[in-house]
């Protein structure tokens, strides 16, 4: 090939490869924002962050935690409404009747109970960070536009931040009944991980 020709010949390979790259991460990130299940989680941290904290770790996990299972719940019913799995759809009917029970329970707590002291700001702290990592290990996620798929994987993020929110109330908590929800949560959503990391494993 003459020289004169053969340098506009690979400058256009080379943008033609780096526009590929470019569609292609820009079309995963279009899927990334149009999935239905990431936009809950998305605005279930914008409803986090304007919650009201009060610096008691019981009342802030448990009204925290009441806006986390509304989320799951969300998410839970758009893969009955969407999702194809007999399986998947079984772990989400699950997740809605478990998850509502606890609403219930964290309710019951925060309407007769009042913060308490010594306020304990570092809680707080704790329950930003776990929610920042379960959002940036959500943002590393491919969406497939699968919804049994997507809805298994961004689950595994969900439930790992409550067990890591309620670890962080075993630590700091001082009431017996958010106590007690925070060892069930973490016992029950460690399985249910386990669960959906075998389907996903057996769902590529």
């Known amino acids: 090939m003459n020289r004169l020709l053969r340098l506009p010949f690979f400058a256009l390979l080379v943008f033609s490869v780096l526009f590929t790259a470019c569609k292609k991460d820009h079309d995963m990130d279009d899927m990334k924002h149009e999935s239905v299940y990431m936009k809950i989680m998305m605005d279930m941290m914008t409803q986090m962050d304007a919650q009201a904290k009060t610096q008691d770790p019981d009342h802030d996990y ?66 930003k960070t776990n929610m920042d990592r379960m959002m940036a290990a ?44 925070a060892q069930a949560i973490i016992a029950d959503q460690r399985q249910e991980i386990a669960a959906l990391q075998n389907w996903l494993a057996r769902n590529r």
């Open 62 to 127: 448990a009204a925290q935690m009441v806006l986390h299972h509304e989320a799951a719940i969300k998410m839970a019913e758009e893969e009955l409404r969407t999702g194809t799995n007999q399986e998947m759809k079984t772990t989400a009917q699950d997740i809605i009747t478990k998850q509502r029970g606890e609403i219930t329970q964290f309710n019951a707590f925060l309407g007769g109970h009042q913060p308490a002291q010594p306020l304990v700001p570092q809680f707080n702290q704790l329950q």
């Open 138 to 181: 959500s943002d590393a996620r491919t969406m497939t536009a699968r919804p049994d798929y997507d809805f298994a994987q961004l689950m595994v993020d969900h439930h790992q931040a409550a067990i890591d929110n309620s670890e962080a109330l075993l630590q700091h908590g001082r009431q017996n009944t958010t106590r007690s929800l």
